[in-house]
């Protein structure tokens, strides 16, 4: 999947959340839950669901932050069960970004014909088709991970959570260490922010220069997210992104310091076994960039030609049975 398709779908899942939200507080007055129509069932299924857990938390742990309690250990929950699926996606994404940056003579090689003046659009195609071919031949998909995957399975918990304290007259006047869960909360907003950029920070660690300029605008996607969506629903809402953030700098200190080591040794012991093939030869780019020789050529408008004498005794010969077929 292309770099820009992934922002694209990131920024409409983002979107998805802002708009289901938007939503949900447009159905049902101030704690009456809507009562008929697509939000009804995503209350039935989600919001009270996630309602009777949090009024149980709250009170069963009692005091003036049970709530905040209730919507961390869900988070926890939620996340626990999602890491082992996201630090197997990141192992994926961290061979590939290793197997690539060992490419990089050839890409660069690809890339810097692509560069040259006066080259005809086959020749361009030529390159841009030789690049691919240079991933194919050596095994290595331009695919991604699970991307907006993790967002989607969380989408219900969000929505859950935002109908449990929207509707819900006694969750909506509590509070987490005197911060309102009831309503919008700049202070979570931005430490949920903070954390995510933090995390965004720590995934460039021991990325070359070439790939971490094409991941900067993505890693800045979940924090622009985790702010916008927070900031136009209620605390409540924050605080899941907050603890969220937590967990994901935990899981992404995995990553970059424990998987990005051991998947290294396993790339460089894979290719001391089998390396990589050499496609994008400085031979290979030098002959699409000089253009077909005259023997090419000549080759090419015999070519033509014998098509061309083949097409015209077909046509003879549909005419002729056409004339016969008069007759």
Known sequence: MKPKTKKMLAVAAALAVAL?????????????APTSG???????????????IMLAVKNAISGPNGAGWAITIITFVVRLILMPFMLGSQKKAVRQQEKVARLQPQIKRVQAAMQKPGLTQMQQSQLGQLQMQVYRENNISMTGGMGCLPLI?????MI???QAVAYSKELAATSFFGISLGQ???ILTI??????LIQGYISLIGIPEEQKKAMQATVLLS??????????????????????????II???ITTFLLKPTVKKEIEQELKDEPFKEVASEAAVNEIVAGPTAETKQAEQDLHEDLRKRNQQAKQQRDHDDHQQEK
């Open 223 to 248: 924090p622009a997210m985790t702010f916008f969506i927070s900031l136009s629903a209620p605390g409540a809402l924050a605080l899941y992104f907050l603890i969220g953030g937590i967990i994901a």
């Open 20 to 32: 289901l939200i938007t939503g949900c507080s447009r159905h049902g007055s101030a704690y009456q």
């Open 184 to 186: 919008r909360s700049l």
């Open 38 to 52: 697509p939000y009804y069932w995503i209350y039935v299924l989600f919001g009270r669901p996630i309602q009777n």
């Open 251 to 253: 899981q992404q200190l």
């Open 153 to 157: 399975i969380q989408l219900p918990i």
């Open 160 to 162: 859950g959570i935002y």
């Open 191 to 196: 430490v949920a922010t903070v954390l995510y």
